[in-house]
C-alpha cells in the first residue's frame, strides 16, 4: 500500500541559561528553540531496476557527495530492523553518517513493532536552514532563497552549534514514523505523539552520540523553547543495539512508557521560557578555532573532587539561573513598572557571567574564555543590547546576545570591524565575528507542506 509523502521539520537551539547544570536532575536549563530548522521529507521509492528490493536512500543534497544508501532487514527474535549501508553506487559516498543511519535504525525497528504492514522503500531528503553552518560569501538578509547550497562535504561544513544532530534526528525520526505509522496511531501534534517521539528522538540521539547527554536538544527539537529537566538515564540503560534479541519489544516498551517502572520524568516548562516583546535573541558565530574536548568531562571531575564547594557554586547558579528565567517572564508579562526596564535583567545575566568564570577557573575550562569576555563586554556597551553569554558548553564557538529589537543595525555595524587585541588571551585569538539570521522561536516539531522543498527532492 503506498503511504504519504511526508515532511517534517525541528528547530536548533540555544541553551541561555543552565550548561553543565542540567546534565544533573537536580537542576534545570533555560532553552530557547530557534527559527533555524532541519527538515526532513519523506517518500515512498517506486521499485524500479537496479534498487535493491528493500532500501532506504537518504540524500543531504545541499552537501557533496551526501547519499547513504541502506537496506534494512528484519531480524529474528524480534531484534527490530537492521540496516547495513550500501556500498559500491556510484554517488554514494562511502562514509556513514552515524545520526542518520542510528535514526533510520530506531525509527524503522519502532515501526515494525507497531505495523503488520511489510516497511516499503523510501526515499528520504534532509534540508538545513542556512544558519546550521557557516557560509561564507552570504550575510542575513542577502540569502536568495530559503535553503541554500553549501557547496562542500558535510565533514567540511564549518558547524555555527545550533544543533543540527539533535534537530535532524528528531526531524527524522518523526518524518518516518508518520510516513509508515497510520495517523490514528501516532499524530505528531497530539500530547501523546509528541511525548513517544520525544522519547524516541533521545534514545536515538544518545545512541548516536555514544554518551547520555542531558538531552535538553532534543527536548528543544521536540518542544521548543522552555524550561528543561532532564530523564533520568536509567530509563536507558536497559536499551541494548538494534538487531539484539527483543530488541524492537524493548524500544516500544521504553518509547510508549508502557511499563510503570520506566516513565519519562523529564520536565518541560514551556510557559516558564519566554522573552518580552521588545526582545530578541541574537547569535553570533565566533570564528575562533575549535572548542576544547570534553570539556563537561573536566568540569564534571573536578565537581565530583570538591564537593561542596561545587554544590555551593552549582546552588548558587541555579538561583542566578531561575532569576533569569523569572525576570524574563516577568518582562513578557508586562509586570514592572517600565517594560522596557532592563537594568535588573542586565544585572541578574552579569552575576551568571561572573560564576560561569568562577566555574571556569576553578575547573580549569576555559568555558567564558578571556576573548569572548572581552567579546560580550564589548556588545554589552552598545546601547540595546540587554546581556550575552557563551551558551551551552561555552568555549570559543559562539555567544548569545539578548537586544532590544531596534539595536540590531548598530551591533552589525560594531561586529564589522571587532578586532580582539590579540595579547588578550594566550588561547585562540578571535577572527571574523558573524551575526546568525536567527533568533528565538517557541515552537518545536511542526509538519510542513512538501511542496517547499520542490526543488531540493530527486
Ligand atoms: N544537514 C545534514 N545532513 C545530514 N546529516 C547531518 C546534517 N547536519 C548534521 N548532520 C549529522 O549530525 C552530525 C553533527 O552532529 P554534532 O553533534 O557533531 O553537531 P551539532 O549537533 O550541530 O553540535 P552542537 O550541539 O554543538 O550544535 C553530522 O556529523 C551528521 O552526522
Ligand atoms: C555542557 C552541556 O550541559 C551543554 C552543552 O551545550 P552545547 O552543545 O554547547 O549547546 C551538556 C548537555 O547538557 O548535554
Not at 102 to 114: G, K, N, P
Not at 233 to 253: A, K, N
Request: proline content about 4%; some cysteine; overall charge negative.
Amino acid at each position: 500500500m503506498s503511504r504519504p509523502t511526508v515532511a517534517v521539520s525541528a528547530p536548533g537551539k540555544v541553551l541561555l541559561a543552565g550548561g553543565y547544570l542540567v546534565l544533573d536532575r537536580g537542576h534545570t536549563g533555560l532553552v530557547f528553540g530557534l527559527d533555524a530548522r532541519i527538515h526532513v521529507h519523506v517518500k515512498t521509492l517506486p521499485t524500479s531496476p537496479g534498487l535493491a528490493l528493500s532500501e532506504i536512500i537518504v540524500r543531504s543534497p545541499q552537501f557533496r557527495d551526501a547519499e547513504w544508501r541502506y537496506g534494512y532487514r528484519e531480524t529474528e527474535h524480534h531484534g527490530g530492523l537492521q540496516i547495513n549501508q550500501l556500498k559500491g553506487h556510484s554517488t554514494s559516498t562511502q562514509s556513514r553518517n552515524k545520526f542518520v543511519e542510528t535514526a533510520l535504525a530506531y525509527a524503522l525497528s519502532y515501526v515494525s513493532a507497531h505495523s503488520d504492514t511489510k516497511i516499503g522503500s523510501t526515499s528520504i531528503t534532509i534540508v538545513a536552514d542556512t544558519d546550521y553552518y557557516s557560509h561564507p560569501g552570504s550575510t542575513p538578509g542577502t540569502v536568495p532563497t530559503r535553503f541554500i547550497d553549501f557547496h562542500v562535504p558535510l565533514t567540511e561544513a564549518h558547524k555555527t552549534g545550533l544543533g543540527s544532530s539533535a534537530a535532524l534526528v528528531t526531524a527524522f525520526v518523526a518524518a518516518v514514523l508518520t510516513h509508515y505509522l497510520d495517523e490514528k496511531m501516532l499524530q505528531l501534534h497530539s500530547d501523546s505523539g509528541r511525548r513517544r517521539l520525544h522519547n524516541l528522538a533521545q534514545a536515538a540521539h544518545c545512541a548516536a552520540q555514544g554518551k547520555v547527554g542531558s538531552g535538553f536538544d532534543v527536548a528543544a527539537a521536540v518542544y521548543g523553547s522552555c524550561v528543561y529537566r532532564r530523564f533520568s538515564p536509567s530509563i536507558l540503560e536497559e536499551l541494548g543495539e538494534p538487531g539484539s534479541p527483543q530488541f524492537s519489544q524493548r524500544l516500544t516498551r521504553v518509547v510508549d512508557e508502557s511499563d510503570a517502572s520506566n516513565t519519562w520524568d523529564m520536565q518541560i516548562d514551556k510557559a516558564a521560557a519566554r522573552l518580552p516583546r521588545g526582545l530578541r535573541l541574537v547569535m553570533c558565530d565566533v570564528d575562533c578555532g575549535s572548542e576544547s574536548v570534553g570539556m563537561a568531562k573536566k568540569v564534571l571531575a573536578w565537581r565530583k573532587e570538591n564537593p561542596d564547594e561545587a554544590a555551593l557554586l552549582w546552588a548558587t547558579l541555579q538561583k542566578g539561573n531561575d532569576e533569569l528565567a523569572e525576570e524574563l517572564l516577568r518582562l513578557a508579562q508586562g509586570i514592572t513598572t517600565d517594560s522596557r526596564d532592563y537594568k535588573n535583567l542586565s544585572d541578574t545575566i552579569l552575576t551568571i557571567r561572573s560564576l560561569i568564570r568562577e566555574m571556569s577557573a576553578k575547573a580549569e575550562v576555559p568555558i567564558e574564555p578571556k576573548v569572548q569576555t572581552d567579546l560580550l563586554d564589548a556588545c554589552c556597551r552598545i546601547s540595546g543590547v540587554v546581556g550575552g553569554v557563551v551558551p551551552g558548553a561555552g568555549g570559543f564557538d559562539a555567544i548569545v546576545l539578548l537586544v532590544e529589537n531596534d539595536a540590531l543595525p548598530s551591533l552589525q555595524q560594531f561586529l564589522d570591524t571587532y578586532k580582539t587585541t590579540a595579547e588578550s588571551d594566550s588561547g585562540p585569538v578571535i577572527g571574523k565575528v558573524r551575526l546568525l539570521g536567527v533568533k528565538q522561536d517557541f515552537e518545536g516539531l511542526r509538519s510542513e507542506d512538501i511542496k517547499t522543498y520542490a526543488d531540493w527532492i530527486r
